[in-house]
Nanobody, 124 residues
């Protein structure tokens, strides 16, 4: 059974940086497309960034493009989200997700496996 465990969240001031990690186990990591979603209080879960199986392509929401970078290390079964120039509106629980289906990377229903989430709080 695939398991995803996020880490790296925390409290940071606006303008600061954080790097999230997601450790994958229970399957062949290189067969899965990976993504990060986030959910703020009383808001729907939204797409943040995604990366294809071999890392050849990446996708970003407009709200994070140019500030966040998604990457993966298939040898270490880990996906990362480097978050720079953080803003208070980036405050949310960040979830790692995995999918093997062909389809849009920004649609949460495409993802079968989810981590438990890690809290990111950006103070103004």
């Amino acid at each position: 059974q695939v398991q995803l465990v996020e880490s790296g969240g925390g409290l940071v001031q606006a303008g600061g940086s954080l790097r999230l990690s997601c450790a994958f186990s229970g399957g062949t990591f290189s067969l899965f497309g990976m993504a990060w979603f986030r959910q703020a209080p009383e808001k729907k879960r939204e797409f943040v960034a995604a990366i294809t199986r071999q890392g050849a392509s990446t996708y970003y929401s407009d709200s994070v493009k140019g500030r966040f970078t998604v990457s993966r290390d298939n040898a270490e079964n880990t996906v990362f989200l480097q978050m720079n120039t953080l803003k208070p509106e980036d405050t949310a629980i960040y979830y790692c997700a995995a999918k093997w289906t062909i389809g849009s990377y920004d649609v949460k229903e495409q993802y079968r496996y989810w981590g438990q989430g890690t809290q990111v709080t950006v103070s103004s």
